[in-house]
C-alpha cells in the first residue's frame, strides 16, 4: 500500500491523534489494504485489536478505539470499511485491469491469438463506478477522461456528486474525510480551465450541449445511459420510421428496461439499439402487431426458435405416448396366455 505522505501530513488524523492512536490507526489501514474485501476491517473487538497491532490487549484497544477508527464506516455487512484506503484499492486494481488488457491485446496481436477484453473490461467498469462514487476526482478517473474525450466502451465512467456515507466534507487530501474538498476545484496541473471546462463537470454524468436534441437527454436518463450512445441518432431514426412513439413508445421501454438490463450485466448500458428487443416486445405485446416484432434484429430468429422447441416438445410427447401405448398392448398380449392357461387347469 502506497501512502500518500503529504496528504496524510495534511489530514486531522495526524494533526489531533495521539501517538498510540496513531500507531494503531495507521496498522488498521495496513490490516484492510490486505483483507477481502480490500479496505475492510472485521467488526469483532479482538480482531480489530490484533489488526491493530495490539495483540489481545483489549483494555489499551478499548482506549484508543475511537480515534484509531477515525476515517473508518461500519456498513451493512458488518465490517468497517475506509474510504481513502478503499480508494486506493480501487485505484490500484483499475490500473491492473489496464494492464491486462494491454498486455492480453498485445499478445493476441503478436501471437495471433484469440483474447476477449469483455470480462476484464466489465470489471473496469465496474471499479470506476464504485470509484467514481468515492471520489469523482481520483486521479485514476481524471486520467482516464482526459485521455478519451469521446466515450466508448473502454471508458471509467465519470463521478457522481453522491456520496454513499452521507459526508460532503471528505477531501480527497484527507484520508480521514476531515477537511474541506475545496482543492478539488483547481484543474490539475497543466491543464486550463478552458480544458476543463470542455471535459464537463466531473460530479455528474455527461450531458449533452445545450444545442443538442432534446431527445438525448431524455433517452439517456430513462435508459440509464452515463456516456451518450453513438448510435442513438441513427437508432432512434429507425424506430420513429418503423412508427415507434417517442413518449408513448420508446421511453417506457428504456425507463423499464434499463434497470433489468443494468442488474443482468452489472453495467451501464453502452448502445441504443440493446433495447430494440425490448421495443418490439412492448410493440407486439400493447399493439398485437406481429409483424413488425419481426423487423426487429433478433427477434425472427428467436420467434423460430421457440417454435422449434413448441413442435420439439410436441413431438417428444407425441412419441412417449405411442411408447405408452405399445407397452399396453405388449402387457396385455403376454397376460392373456396366462389367463387361459390358467382356467384350463
Known amino acids: 500500500m502506497m501512502i500518500d505522505i503529504p496528504r496524510l501530513r495534511q ?7 495521539d501517538d498510540s492512536a496513531w500507531r494503531a490507526g495507521l496498522n488498521l489501514w495496513m490490516s484492510a489494504w490486505h483483507s477481502v474485501p480490500a479496505g475492510s476491517l472485521d467488526a469483532d473487538d479482538a480482531a480489530l485489536t490484533k489488526a491493530a497491532g495490539l495483540g489481545r490487549d483489549l483494555r489499551t484497544w478499548a482506549a484508543v478505539r475511537d ?19 478503499c480508494e486506493v484499492a480501487l ?27 469483455a470480462p476484464l473490461e466489465a470489471d473496469l467498469f465496474r471499479a470506476g463506478e464504485l470509484l467514481a462514487a468515492l471520489n469523482p476526482d481520483s486521479k485514476v478517473l481524471v486520467k482516464a477522461r482526459r485521455r478519451s474525450s469521446q466515450s466508448d466502451e473502454n471508458s471509467i465512467p465519470p463521478g457522481r456528486g453522491t456520496d454513499p456515507t452521507g459526508s460532503n466534507a471528505r477531501s480527497d487530501r484527507d484520508p480521514t474525510g476531515q477537511e474541506s474538498r475545496s482543492d478539488r476545484t483547481a484543474p490539475p496541473r497543466g491543464e486550463s480551465s478552458q480544458e476543463k471546462g470542455r471535459e464537463g463537470n466531473s460530479n455528474n454524468p455527461p450531458t449533452p450541449q445545450p444545442d443538442a436534441d432534446p431527445r438525448l437527454a431524455r433517452l439517456m436518463k430513462a435508459g440509464g445511459f452515463i456516456t451518450v450512445p453513438s448510435d442513438w441518432r441513427p437508432v432512434l431514426d429507425s424506430w420513429l420510421a418503423r412508427g415507434a412513439d417517442f413518449e408513448t413508445d420508446i421511453i417506457p421501454v428504456l425507463e423499464q428496461a434499463g434497470p433489468r438490463l443494468r442488474e443482468r450485466t452489472n453495467r451501464a448500458p453502452y448502445k441504443l439499439k440493446v433495447f430494440e428487443p425490448d421495443l418490439a416486445q412492448h410493440i407486439a405485446t400493447v399493439r398485437g402487431d406481429i409483424e413488425r416484432l419481426r423487423e426487429i434484429p433478433g427477434r425472427q430468429a ?17 412419441q412417449e405416448a405411442e411408447r405408452q401405448r405399445q407397452m399396453r398392448a405388449y402387457l396385455a398380449a403376454t397376460k392373456a396366455p396366462d389367463t387361459a392357461a390358467e382356467g384350463e387347469g
Open 302 to 318: 428467436e420467434l423460430e426458435r421457440a417454435q422449434r422447441e413448441a413442435d420439439a416438445a410436441r413431438e417428444s410427447e407425441e
Open 67 to 85: 480515534n484509531a477508527l477515525r476515517g473508518f464506516v461500519l456498513c451493512s455487512d458488518g465490517r468497517f470499511y475506509h474510504e481513502t484506503v
Open 11 to 17: 489530514s486531522g488524523f495526524d494533526a489531533i491523534i
Open 91 to 117: 485505484e490500484a486494481w483499475i490500473e491492473k485491469l489496464i494492464q491486462r488488457l494491454a498486455s492480453g491485446a498485445g499478445n493476441a496481436k503478436r501471437w495471433k491469438a484469440e483474447f476477449d477484453p
